[in-house]
């Protein structure tokens, strides 16, 4: 697992997503699709180490309703696709006051709430993922997380990657706080993750988002050696 992690100077909390073990003995595509923290750190060093790497698309996953300046970036190199992607609604009430109000939102307790609220949201992102331009795909919040987590989530479940690898790639992203507030809840990561999987066809999931089968099986041959 570790040595997934790549080390973009000015970021903290990137790393590839292939070499995970699937379902049916395949694994994942190197160099495909990363996962990170906001770019808008990197420095000029670390925006060369992501062009070298053959990062040619960055989404940037945010949250309708909220400003985050943190995510705001002009990449230094020609050809860089920025692609924005709101797949969440902090105007949401109900979600406001169970989970952002709590801190809980630091933490996948949340995942099973958002993936019934806004599948829409979701399937938006993995689309976007699925029609970018040739080259490797970077996405993104601000600190690499539980945005960037729930899309992996999904990105991986439907890649077929076994449920074990996908709570060892979350746990790549350390965080005492988050871990903390799952105690508190008596969870913990392993969990929480397990049961936002629990019962999810991820498929139907995003076909009933809007996705279209052209995109799930574009995403899968990005993913999938």
């Given at each position: 697992?570790?040595?997934?992690?790549?080390?973009?100077d000015g970021c903290t909390n990137v790393r590839d997503l292939g070499g995970l073990h699937t379902l049916d003995g395949r694994q994942t595509r190197w160099q495909a699709i990363v996962r990170?923290?906001?770019?808008a750190r990197l420095t000029a060093a670390g925006w060369s180490a992501l062009y070298a790497y053959g990062i040619r698309t960055i989404i940037t996953l945010r949250t309708h309703g909220q400003t985050e300046p943190e995510l705001n970036f002009s990449p230094p190199q020609p050809g860089l696709d920025i692609v924005p992607v709101e797949i969440e609604d902090i105007t949401d009430q109900a979600f406001?006051?169970?989970?952002?109000?709590?801190?809980?939102?630091?933490?996948?307790?949340?995942?099973?709430?958002?993936?019934?609220?806004?599948?829409?949201r979701h399937a938006a992102a993995i689309s976007a993922i699925a029609q970018a331009q040739p080259g490797g795909v970077l996405f993104h919040c601000a600190r690499g997380n539980d945005r960037t987590g729930i899309i992996a989530l999904l990105l991986l479940t439907l890649a077929g990657v076994t449920p074990d690898e996908i709570i060892a790639d979350y746990q790549l992203s350390p965080d005492p706080c988050r871990d903390e507030l799952l105690a508190r809840q008596q969870s913990s990561v392993q969990?929480?993750?397990?049961?936002?999987?629990?019962?999810?066809?991820?498929?139907?999931y995003l076909l009933q988002g809007g996705a279209n089968q052209a995109d799930l099986s574009?995403?899968?041959?990005?993913?999938?050696?």
């Open positions: 697992m570790t040595k997934r992690i790549l080390n973009w990170s923290d906001t770019p406001l006051q169970q989970w952002a109000v709590t801190e809980l939102w630091s933490t996948p307790l949340y995942y099973k709430d958002a993936l019934q609220r806004w599948p829409d969990a929480a993750l397990l049961g936002a999987l629990a019962g999810l066809n991820v498929e139907g574009a995403v899968r041959r990005r993913l999938l050696a």
